[in-house]
């Protein structure tokens, strides 16, 4: 491909990229795996040429874009050598018209800046929301084996962490196909934590989607005790059992839950978890350095329906809970309305639970937790509290 036949490319992503955000479609990682599955000729550098003008792109620009071309032309505003390219060539982007301007460069909708400003995220901690993030793995101690790779980095209080640069593809190492590494960010390895698993525990992860923090769980618990991963979303929940395999993780039973009849579905573990982690359906503006396009997909209705139901979720959650076990909520948000504040409201609605202070790796306390910032901590944003039931 010639670098413009690379930007027009790139432009016709970019459009099913601002199209899928504004009608809920895939995501943009899989709308470019779709795109080159039917373009054979395109080589590797090709592919990732194409890959990294269409998140350069997806990054700039904090208001949805009104097209790929608007999006790509505010990428080639910064870049000669880019504008350069916008020449009318064979299977090129057609010259750029009078008047014609680039989308602006942003970081997120104005009215979003407004609730994170709300939310205590300071000016100086926005660019790194949507800076590109490292690869993290977990070590899986109980594999038994000894990872050793190169290019990794430790991740400091973390010593089953390693950290590798942007990019990296680590799910074709042998220690990955062994089940000896698993991919979690760091942040949410750390919030993980709060949930002070031990082995012989009784444990629910109720919002536990593909199983990640399940599996993070099950190491924590050497194998001893009860892990119960639920989801009301059967795609997502079934690729757990696969992963669980690999990871040797066999105390993990998942359950399959009815939106809305959670609580029938869990009789059996009424009032008798040690923890319930919930890591809740949300916003996820702490999510941006690896999903940016999530940004241009939210609006004021969408976070209302989500804070509603994290409320419900809580409500489940704190039926499992045996006395004096806890309930550990976590969001990868950085809201007050889907964190802090919805502590608070649970706190408020629930006499005799009370938040219990946490000491984790990094982070800073916030309101009845702890958060994790991009820009403070290294990882993605993350808001974690532990609440205790009455005894």
């Known amino acids: ?16 990229v601002v199209d899928a955000a504004r009608e809920g479609g895939a995501a943009a990682d899989t709308l470019i795996a779709r795109y080159f599955a039917t373009r054979r000729y395109a080589g590797a550098k090709d592919r990732r040429a194409v890959r990294e003008l269409v998140y350069a792109a997806i990054r700039r620009a904090g208001e949805r874009p009104a097209s ?34 680039g989308a602006p460069a942003g970081i997120a909708p104005d009215w979003l800046l407004v609730l994170l400003a709300a939310s205590g995220i300071g000016a100086d901690e926005l660019p790194a929301l949507v800076d590109r993030a490292p690869l993290d793995v ?27 640069p942007p990019g990296t593809n680590i799910e074709r190492h042998p220690a990955y196909e062994q089940g000896a590494i698993e991919i979690q960010d760091a942040g949410s390895q750390i919030v993980t934590l709060a949930a002070t698993a031990q082995p012989g525990q009784r444990i629910v992860d109720l919002c536990a989607g593909a199983g990640g923090k399940s599996l993070a769980l099950a190491a924590m618990m050497l194998g001893e005790g009860a892990l119960l991963a639920t989801d009301t979303d059967r795609a997502r929940l079934s690729r757990l059992a696969p992963r669980a395999l690999r990871a040797g993780a066999d105390i993990i039973e998942t359950r399959l839950l009815n939106p809305g009849r959670e609580i029938e579905a869990l ?4 009032a008798s978890a040690d923890t319930v982690l919930i890591d809740a359906p949300c916003a996820g503006t702490g999510t941006w350095r690896r999903n940016p396009e999530a940004r241009w997909r939210l609006t004021p209705d969408r976070i209302a329906r989500l804070v509603e139901t994290q409320r419900h979720v809580l409500a489940v959650g704190a039926t499992l809970v045996k006395p004096g076990g806890a309930l550990v909520y976590i969001v990868c948000s950085l809201l007050d309305e889907e964190g802090a504040g919805q502590v608070a409201a649970f706190l408020d609605a629930h006499p005799g639970w009370r938040a219990e ?3 984790l790796p990094a982070g800073r306390a916030h309101g009845p937790g ?21 005894c």
């Open 138 to 164: 977990r070590i899986n101690r109980a594999s038994g084996v000894v990872v050793e790779i190169d290019g990794a980095e430790p991740v400091p209080g973390l010593p089953d962490a390693l950290r590798f």
């Open 370 to 390: 702890v958060r994790l910032t991009p820009q403070h901590d290294s990882t993605d944003g993350f808001f974690v509290a532990r609440l205790v039931a009455p």
């Open 267 to 270: 009789a059996d573990w009424t």
């Open 68 to 101: 790929g071309r608007a999006a790509m032309l505010g990428v080639a505003t910064d870049d000669p050598e880019l504008a350069a390219c916008f020449d009318g060539s064979p299977h090129g982007p057609a010259p750029v018209g009078e008047g014609e301007v």
């Open 357 to 359: 202070p946490l000491t």
């Open 1 to 16: 491909m010639t670098p413009s036949a690379r930007v027009q490319a790139a432009i016709d992503l970019l459009d099913a």
